[in-house]
């Protein structure tokens, strides 16, 4: 049973299109992330929610906007896509904030034509 | 400085070689360090999770901490090329606003 699941797994879309990316996690964590991960492989932290309520709010353009309805449930809605915001996006979730490490889905991978 | 330096790599490795890769920082707040393996097209998947200076061992793993020195390292022992993969380094402080802090990875090959 996947701990952190991530959809879809695969996005190609046109710019200036929005989409959405919804992650879920069965860990009964309280804390859940998204981070972006660029073609060089690096990890950047992009938003972090604690039991449904915003704590970490990195600059980020506001086209990205995430939304927490419980707190196993994490979705990014991004609009007006441009080609910058082709990257692998991944969800993580973590005990608490700053408890313990961090669990990951396995990424979705956004591709702006 | 950035806040979390890896060794660059890639690292391309025998079968039954012993592997070490480097984490340095220079955050003295950094209190609990991870080491993450990521297959390609996957997410990044713990390895090693640890709270204090010292060694730590799991199987062929060994990931040891040296705070004094803001240093960190995994060790894999008897290299197999199913560890063929890239390594992250992580590491955090806590608070409720703490994030993690990633190194930038290094791959590593392991040829049979």
């Known amino acids: 049973d996947t701990a952190v699941s991530q959809t879809p797994k695969y996005l190609v879309t046109q710019m200036g299109n929005d989409k959405s990316i919804k992650c879920e996690q069965n860990l009964g964590h309280d804390t859940m992330y998204w981070y972006k991960q660029d073609s060089k492989k690096f990890l950047k932290i992009m938003f972090s929610y604690n039991n449904k309520e915003l704590i970490i709010n990195e600059t980020v353009p506001n086209r990205f906007s995430p939304k927490s309805p419980d707190k196993a449930h994490l979705n990014l809605h991004i609009n007006s896509l441009e080609l910058g915001d082709s990257a692998v996006y991944f969800c993580a979730s973590s005990p608490g904030p700053g408890v313990g490490p961090q669990h990951f889905g396995d990424g979705t991978r956004l591709s702006i034509l | 400085q950035k806040e979390v330096e890896q060794d660059p790599g890639p690292l391309s490795v025998p079968e039954g070689a012993i592997v070490s890769l480097n984490c340095t920082y220079s955050?003295?707040?950094?209190?609990?360090f991870m080491w993450y393996r990521q297959y390609s097209r996957k997410g990044p998947e713990l390895l090693m999770y640890?709270?204090?200076?010292g060694n730590k061992e799991d199987g062929r793993f060994t990931a040891q901490v040296d705070k004094s020195s803001k240093y960190i390292s995994l060790f894999i022992r008897d290299s197999q090329p199913s560890d063929s993969a890239t390594y992250l380094c992580a590491m955090g402080a806590p608070g409720a606003n703490s994030k993690l802090t990633f190194g930038k990875g290094i791959t590593l090959s392991v040829r049979p």
């Open positions: 955050n003295s707040a950094f209190q609990y």
């Open positions: 640890t709270y204090s200076s």
